[in-house]
Nanobody, 130 residues
Framework: DVQLVESGGGSVQAGGSLTLSCAASSSAYLSNCMGWFRQAPGKEREGIASIYTIGGGAWYADSVKGRFTISQDSAKNTVYLQMDSLKPEDTAMYYC????????????????????????WGQGTQVTVS
């Protein structure tokens, strides 16, 4: 399995920005499909974004569309989540996941499979918006 390490979480005021990073530490390359999920206390894990790392197609959940941007740096085996215009309801533990999918499957994996879309996960990074 790919080992993933998230970083960049922290506390920020509403309207602020944070950039999360997800580094694949045990693989020479990024998996074809990388995704970000989040889980607030007492709630289910919610998929919010995915990116096809060969070509860069991206998908966003409605809850973050227009505010969050997923991107990659293949040379660093890292995927990023730029979060702007943060709201208190964005407070959660954020996780990244990895899987090998075709581009079309990557764009629908979270909607179709939820947390089952990815088999490799990081340990998470906490984001708190007040």
């Amino acid at each position: 399995d790919v080992q993933l390490v998230e970083s960049g979480g922290g506390s920020v005021q509403a309207g602020g920005s944070l950039t999360l990073s997800c580094a694949a530490s045990s693989s020479a390359y990024l998996s074809n499909c990388m995704g970000w999920f989040r889980q607030a206390p007492g709630k289910e894990r919610e998929g919010i974004a995915s990116i096809y790392t060969i070509g860069g197609g991206a998908w966003y959940a409605d809850s973050v569309k227009g505010r969050f941007t997923i991107s990659q740096d293949s040379a660093k085996n890292t995927v990023y989540l730029q979060m702007d215009s943060l709201k208190p309801e964005d407070t959660a533990m954020y996780y990244c996941g990895a899987e090998d999918y075709s581009v079309s499957a990557c764009m629908t994996a979270i909607q179709d499979l939820g947390v089952a879309a990815f088999t490799s996960w990081g340990q998470g990074t906490q984001v708190t918006v007040s």
